[in-house]
């Protein structure tokens, strides 16, 4: 057993509530290691003392008062000391200095996660930005995956049909990874389906060559991006 | 000329042949007759048919997912639900699984990574308000007389959609190759989409039915009818078509590749 373990259960061992197994593990510890023994000591006697002197509490004559003082004392004293706050009272200390007054001892489990988040952040931002980048400059040099005569459509329409057209690339690759399995029927389904929605993915591009801010064709132009979209997902599940 | 001796020889064996070839025709018959009865059972005899009945609220959800086969949905007066699945290849898997609110029968999940199964057609008998959610990726789905919440039949690829005497707040239909059919209400407040790549998408209400129409359709095919008035907005030099009816109190929204849009009035 180690000390960790040790001071997790001696509050227990305290109270005679452990098994016995654990109690004669924990006594194995306790007899190596004196920083456990002090602490189990220490409240053992925490403990008798409460035992003994049981029922000779008495109130203070005015409570209101004496937390009044209480806290007079500690806002005139240091500001980074946090007091509880009198019962029944709302706390006047802000949550600002709440923040600010805690203590940020950091284990060094949490430094290696926080870090490890930063680097994360840090990572998927810069390729956010450079697949931002890389889509713009090869829409610009007119290398579109979908068509050429997107070059006529808006940036806006254009970006947003990149990433339609990237996620269809993506199912694509899974549908013709998955083809082989299925029957020839359904191949041949598959493909005359296709086609259907190509051609309305064709048309719409081509009224969209015509007349850029065409917003019928562009609805329909994305309504059957969405179809294929759809499409390509559920027969790549299958 | 038809009395010498020489004619006769030769008509003799004529008439003799008659009945046997009229035997032999027979026996033909009679073997093909054989054999497509033989083939039938034999293929009678490779299809499975599975039949269960589950207990059911009158609101129940219906959740049914397949690959490939008819889908079959209409109501009877009865709290429970009786699901029929006509399995074309032995290898199919069906598990149906029952929560206190719904009956999922999930195909594509049950078996997933598996070779081709076949068709499974399935015929379900539920409740009138039950709410039904169907997907099949090949072959038609018709619903008859739900008064439920939800009515959802969605072919990823080719089948026609038949959606026959219904009453629900919301209403999807969609396809990519075959007809889509409506005939029944819209409610106060409800959403109706209709989507189809290439079939025609026929809606028949009553003629007092009042919504919110967008109805686009690229080959300026949409006949509004009785339903038409000069609010209507025309957009795309007639490709879509944005307006009330009445006063618009549930949405419409129909979309058409490449088929037609048409409004009958009831």
Redo the contacts between chains.
């Keep these: 057993m180690n000390c960790e373990k040790c001071q997790d259960i001696i509050s227990d061992f305290v109270d005679g509530s452990l098994s016995r197994e654990d109690q004669s593990l924990l006594n194995a510890h306790l007899e190596e290691c004196l920083e456990c023994a002090g602490v189990r000591d220490d409240l053992q006697s925490i403990i008798g003392f409460c035992q003994t002197h049981r029922g000779e509490y008495v109130a203070p004559p005015n409570e209101k008062a004496l937390w009044q003082r209480i806290r007079n004392m500690i806002e005139s004293g240091a500001g980074s000391v946090v007091a509880a706050p009198a019962p029944g009272k709302p706390s006047r200390i802000s949550l600002w200095k709440n923040w600010t007054g805690r203590s940020w001892e950091l284990s060094f489990a949490q430094l290696i996660a926080s870090a490890a988040v930063i680097i994360l952040v840090v990572s998927l931002s810069t390729i956010v930005g450079l697949r931002r980048y890389q889509t713009g400059e090869s829409a610009k040099s007119n290398s579109s995956p979908v068509d050429g005569s997107l070059s006529l459509a808006t940036a806006d329409v254009r970006d947003r049909i990149s990433q339609q057209q990237q996620l269809i690339s993506f199912w694509n690759q899974r549908v013709e990874y998955n083809k082989a399995?299925?029957?020839p029927q359904?191949r041949e389904?598959?493909d005359?389906?296709l086609q259907?929605?190509d051609?309305?993915v064709n048309?719409?591009l081509n009224?969209l060559s015509q007349n850029p801010h065409?917003?019928?064709?562009e609805?329909?132009l994305h309504?059957?991006l969405n179809?294929k979209l759809?499409?390509l997902k559920?027969?790549a599940?299958? | 000329m038809l009395n010498s001796p020489t004619l006769m020889k030769i008509r003799m064996p004529a008439r003799l042949e008659i009945p046997r070839i009229r035997f032999y025709l027979k026996s033909v018959l009679f073997t093909g007759i054989l054999l497509v009865a033989a083939v039938g059972a034999g293929s009678a005899q490779s299809q499975q048919r599975i039949s269960k009945r589950y207990p059911a609220a009158k609101n129940v959800r219906v959740e049914l997912k397949n690959?490939?086969g008819t889908i079959t949905v209409e109501s009877w007066n009865r709290d429970e639900i009786k699901l029929t699945a006509l399995l074309e290849s032995p290898k199919a898997i069906i598990s149906p699984r029952q929560t206190n609110e719904a009956l999922i029968v999930d195909v594509?999940a049950d078996n997933?990574g598996r070779?081709?199964i076949?068709d499974v057609n399935f015929t379900l008998q539920v409740p009138v308000n039950s709410s039904v959610d169907l997907q099949t990726?090949?072959g038609q789905i018709t619903v008859t007389n739900i008064r439920g919440d939800m009515v959802s039949a969605h072919v990823?690829?080719?089948g026609d959609i038949t959606l026959l005497g219904i009453t629900a707040k919301q209403v999807f239909a969609q396809n990519?190759?075959g007809d889509v059919f409506f005939d029944g209400e819209f409610v106060a407040g409800g959403t109706y989409r209709f989507?189809s790549?290439?079939g025609n998408i026929n809606i028949r209400i009553p003629a007092d039915s009042a919504f919110n129409l967008e109805a686009?359709a690229?080959n300026k095919k949409i006949a509004l009818g009785q339903f038409w008035n000069n609010g209507f907005k025309s957009?795309?030099d007639g490709?879509?078509y944005v307006g009330d009816v009445i006063d618009g109190r549930s949405k419409v929204i129909v979309?058409n590749?490449?088929g037609s849009i048409t409004f009958i009035r009831r």
Excluded: C, H, Y
Excluded at chain 1, 214 to 217: A, C, F, I, Y
């Design positions: 399995r299925w029957s359904m389904t598959f005359r389906n259907v929605i051609q309305a048309e719409s009224s065409d917003e019928v064709s609805e329909m309504a059957a179809e759809s499409l559920e027969f599940e299958l | 690959i490939s594509r997933r070779s081709d076949g990726m090949r990823s690829s080719e990519t190759i989507q790549g290439k686009a690229p957009m795309g490709r879509k979309t590749f490449q």
